[in-house]
């Protein structure tokens, strides 16, 4: 008898597109025009020129914040330079993923750069993976990471964090003056910034739908190169805007929480934000057995 698939089977397909650029020939040189004399101009008196002044350098003013590790070690969060544990370990693994998917395809795709982290409904620990999985990726040499709060209608980062929220996302894409990267957030994690979610707007599905998005996202790349940028998407199910910002991600976590998430709910969600992007499942809160993987304290003799 034939095993059925398990809900992973089929829950998705992972599509990938190659793209090829087309390079014209070379036109056949001319051959070389012969020498003209040299007009001889009148002399004229000389006349002293005033340089105009070199135009300023344009600047953006970075604003910085402390992070109140107390509150992320009460919520269960990663905390930097803290000793191995299984969480540490278990996000280790889906952020050497995610990097070996973001570096497999940025050079051809920057969008890759840009991973949405997202959910069916809410509950299924989205946001938590979210935070873990950029507390991890600033600890890595020459990355850095840009947390994106897109969950406007219930935004939790800069509150997670200890962070007064501010302006952020909405406002960039509202006002085309702003210029986005003045509204990231430095923290003193370094390699960790954030973009809060900004001003309640009512309509921040047709904003993020616009031209502008794109456009905030392209100059929040071209700022730094070694940047990966994730976004804590609302859930799939229950708004909108998720579908909507999935299409401006390179890669998709769908965060399935076991003995909750429903097969027709995965089955939904992925149909709603699958794509040309990639997409992979992270399964939450799975009970291993006495004889299945754990990862636990593990240190080096020193």
Do not use: C
């Not at 040189?29 to 020498?35: L, Q, S, V």
């Not at 990231?184 to 904003?207: F, Q």
């Not at 909750?260 to 992925?270: G, I, M, R």
């Not at 499942?281 to 291993?288: G, K, P, Q, T």
């Amino acid at each position: 008898m034939t095993a059925r698939p398990s809900l992973f089977e089929r829950a998705a397909e992972i599509y990938d597109f190659e793209s090829g650029l087309r390079v014209d020939p070379l036109p056949h040189e001319a051959p070389p025009a012969e020498p003209r004399p040299e007009p001889v101009e009148p002399v004229q008196p000389a006349v002293r020129q005033t340089k105009a002044a070199p135009r300023p350098a344009r600047t953006v003013t970075r604003r910085s914040a402390e992070i109140d590790l107390a509150a992320l070690e009460a919520g269960g969060y990663l905390l930097p330079d803290a000793s191995s544990s299984a969480l540490a370990e278990e996000t280790r693994i889906i952020k050497r993923r995610l990097i070996k998917a973001i570096d497999d395809r940025a050079e051809r795709d920057p969008r890759a750069r840009v991973a949405l982290i997202a959910s069916g409904q809410p509950g299924e620990g989205k946001t938590f993976l979210a935070l873990n999985l950029a507390l991890s990726i600033a600890g890595e040499h020459e990355r850095a990471v840009l947390l994106i709060d897109g969950d406007t209608s219930q935004p939790e980062i800069a509150g997670r964090l200890g962070i007064d929220p501010d302006a952020g996302l909405v406002d960039a894409l509202a006002d085309r003056d702003v210029d986005p990267e003045s509204l990231v957030i430095d923290t003193d994690i370094d390699g960790l910034s954030i973009l809060p979610a900004g001003r309640r707007e009512r309509n921040v599905p047709e904003l993020l739908a616009s031209a502008r998005t794109e456009e905030v996202l392209e100059r929040l790349l071209a700022a730094d190169p070694q940047r990966i940028i994730l976004i804590d998407s609302p859930p799939a199910l229950a708004a909108s805007t998720a579908s909507v910002l999935a299409g401006h991600a390179g890669q998709t976590l769908v965060v399935v929480r076991a003995d909750t998430t429903s097969e027709a709910d995965l089955k939904e969600t992925v149909g709603m934000l699958g794509g040309p992007a990639r997409l992979s499942l992270v399964l939450n809160s799975a009970s291993l057995s006495t004889g299945g993987r754990r990862f636990g304290q593990y240190e080096e003799s020193r």
